[in-house]
């Protein structure tokens, strides 16, 4: 678990950090190359997120993933068929919390990042493509490489990414499975209130400063 939070703070801070121009500009394996680049820097040359400053994190973390990141993608994806059942009320807060878990998974593992460096397989695509997946390689002093792989869409606002392959699991689908057995359990309204105390927890042990 800590190797995939490690992934996923990578892959999340290397994507935070694209500037809304770059988004629409660059292509995305490009994008992807030059974002990585850039969050080992960060990640080193930051002294609070290296002191574990969860507050100095969490704000990071939110403030930056929200413009490269399609949650209402991956939210409708994690939930799965029933999403089409949700009101648009539910759907606004199945996003809402299903955003803020991911932040608060992702910004406690930002801290980790030490030496770790992307490196990118030949990218594969049509120009005309709208959907793409890009590949790549995190590099590990010590360890055997572990992949990481991306699926970004073009919007009229530029690229985004709307799902992670680390190790050969897509981040969506390990929230799937259990989301689709609490709402069977408990429905739509159950599956809220289970995120809704889940990032009340995460917050709680966080830190108080971080409570929303």
């Known amino acids: 678990m800590k190797i995939l939070n ?3 703070a990578t892959w999340l801070l290397s994507a935070s950090l ?3 121009a770059f988004a629409i500009e660059e292509s995305p394996d490009a ?3 030059r974002l990585s680049q850039e969050i080992v820097q960060t990640a080193k040359e930051d002294k609070e997120i290296q002191s574990g400053d969860k507050k100095r994190i969490f704000e990071f973390a939110e403030s930056k993933v929200v413009p490269v990141l399609d949650f209402k993608r991956m939210t409708s994806l994690a939930v799965g068929k029933n999403w ?3 009101t648009t009320d539910q759907q606004a807060q199945l996003i ?13 593992a930002i801290s980790q990042i030490k030496d770790q460096r992307i490196e990118l397989k030949p990218f594969r695509a ?3 493509d709208t959907e793409v997946e890009v590949k790549s390689l995190v590099i590990r002093p ?3 490489p572990l992949q990481l792989n991306y699926r970004l869409e073009k919007l009229p606002e530029g690229w985004k990414i709307y799902d992670i392959n680390v190790m050969g699991v897509w981040l969506v689908e390990t929230y799937k499975g ?3 057995t609490e709402v069977g359990r408990s429905g739509i309204d159950g599956l809220i209130k289970t995120l809704t105390e889940k990032n009340r927890k995460l917050a709680s042990v966080s830190s108080g400063k971080l409570i929303k």
Request: hydrophobic fraction near 40%; charge should be negative.
């Open 18 to 20: 694209a500037s809304y």
């Open 84 to 86: 089409r059942d949700a």
């Open 142 to 144: 010590r360890d055997e």
């Open 178 to 180: 259990n989301f689709a």
């Open 31 to 33: 994008l992807i190359k």
């Open 126 to 128: 049509d120009p005309v």
């Open 6 to 8: 490690l992934i996923i």
């Open 96 to 108: 809402s919390e299903f955003r803020t878990l991911l932040i608060y998974t992702y910004s406690g």
